[in-house]
């Protein structure tokens, strides 16, 4: 999956904005700090942290090689193994005086003085500062709509689209038909299919947005709002059964929007902790008592 970029007056803010644009719990996330806020006089607060973060990726794990014994090969010396034992060779002063010639000004001629931004650095904060406006939520909104309708138009399925702004970050495209009952194609097993769905609609939107795009959240028929009030009653009676036996209890593994319903469900619960552990796609949840 693609980086997404995200700000905020501290890193953690921005790490959970990064968070809830993914959708995923923050150990199924990877995540960089790019810039971190700087402090002003006075002890105020210039500037805003700026991370990127992506979903864990469910590649395998690299190959070891038996005859190392498990150890990753070292990289070879191109210069060969004598390469400590050489002593570096004297610089020539012919080099040096030909370096200095070339450095050295002409006389009677002035030094240009180049304009505009003189580093890499001013003109990377100038485009940034150029991309940051990027598009609206409503607009946004807009894009994933259109792209959701042609779908369906190709798919010969008759539903509406209907867009929600949930927050100031956050817009949800909503596809009913009456009956629902041809919309379960764009569902599939526990939310898989939908879950592409969301993903490729996300990407559509932030092809045509310049700037950095809010979290785009897509829902069939009220699955997503079904499934977790399913998976938030089913969390507290595992936490109810953990509390009373006293042992921790690993669950199935989920797919990550199942998972940050299980955390989620559980967070305001001082009688037990939640963790994320194995690899995807066979990752899970364990409910430990606190």
Known sequence: MDWVETTGKSIDEATDRALAHLGVHRDDAEIE??????????????GEARVRARVRPAGPRPKRSRRSGGREDKPKNP?????????PKPKSNDGERARSTRERPESGRPKQVSKGPSTKSEKVSLKESNMAE????????VIGK???????????ITAQVNVREIDEETVELSVNATPPTELGVLVGPRGTTLQALQEVTR???????????????????????RRVAALG???NQVAQEVVESGE?????????????AIHDAL?????VVTRSEGEEPRRFVVVSPA
């Open 33 to 46: 700090v790019l810039e971190e806020p700087k402090a002003g006089l006075f002890g105020r607060i210039r």
């Open 79 to 87: 210069e060969g193994r004598d390469n400590k034992s050489r002593a």
């Open 134 to 141: 990027g598009i609206t939520l409503a607009e946004q909104g």
């Open 146 to 156: 259109g792209f959701l309708e042609g779908l369906l138009s190709s798919m010969n």
């Open 203 to 225: 990407t559509v939107v932030q092809s045509k947005s310049p700037g950095r795009t809010d979290r785009i959240l897509v829902d069939v028929a009220q699955y997503r709002e």
């Open 233 to 235: 009653r089913f969390a």
């Open 248 to 260: 921790e209890r690993a669950l199935e593994p989920m797919s990550a929007a199942d998972r940050k």
């Open 267 to 271: 967070s305001g619960l001082d009688s």
